[in-house]
């Protein structure tokens, strides 16, 4: 995989992408993220990553040289974008399992780990949406939040569960 991307966007995805790697797993997969390019018509590239709860998908706009994906550990790439100074950041991966980071003069070289071994990103369409203001989002979690459990040992009590009605009102439940 061969990619040229802009610093400024590089760094803001990783930033999101950072508040969703789980830094303390004992599944060190986890503290990483995945980089894939899509279809030769496409100049998108895939940021996704996950810690089996909650996972983000970011598309980002690259100059694609080479296909490929590349799995990386979320940490380290953030630290070292943040503190590039040029504009375009060109990111190539190798066979042997290496990422290169180059940017102006700079570049660095990092492990990377097989892509097999991360675990899939699937994001489900949802049957329905809806559009709901700012304002009544925040009354509605307010209302129902506080009785949500905190204890981490009863996991399957600590959401909040959101569903419509037939006359398309919405019902917030939480134990």
Not at 135 to 158: P, V
């Amino acid at each position: 995989m061969e990619i040229t991307l802009k610093r400024e966007t590089l760094s803001s995805t990783l930033q999101n992408i950072n508040s969703v790697v789980d830094k303390s797993s004992s599944k060190p997969i986890l503290s990483n993220f995945v980089i894939r390019t899509l279809d030769n018509e496409s100049s998108n590239v895939e940021f996704s990553s996950t810690d089996y709860e909650l996972s983000l998908v970011e598309l980002i706009s690259a100059e694609i040289k080479d296909q490929g994906s590349v799995c990386v550990n979320a940490k380290k790439v953030f630290d070292i974008v943040k503190e590039l100074q040029d504009e375009d950041v060109h990111i190539r991966s190798t066979e042997q399992l290496w990422i290169y980071i180059t940017c102006g003069s700079s570049e660095l070289r990092l492990p990377s780990v097989e892509v097999g071994l991360y675990p899939q990103t699937v994001l489900e369409t949802l049957p329905e949406s809806m559009t709901i203001s700012v304002e009544d989002l925040k009354r509605c979690i307010d209302m129902t939040l506080f009785a949500a459990i905190t204890n981490e040992s009863r996991r399957n009590l600590m959401g909040v569960c959101l569903s419509s009605t037939s006359d398309k009102k919405t019902r917030w439940l939480s134990t």
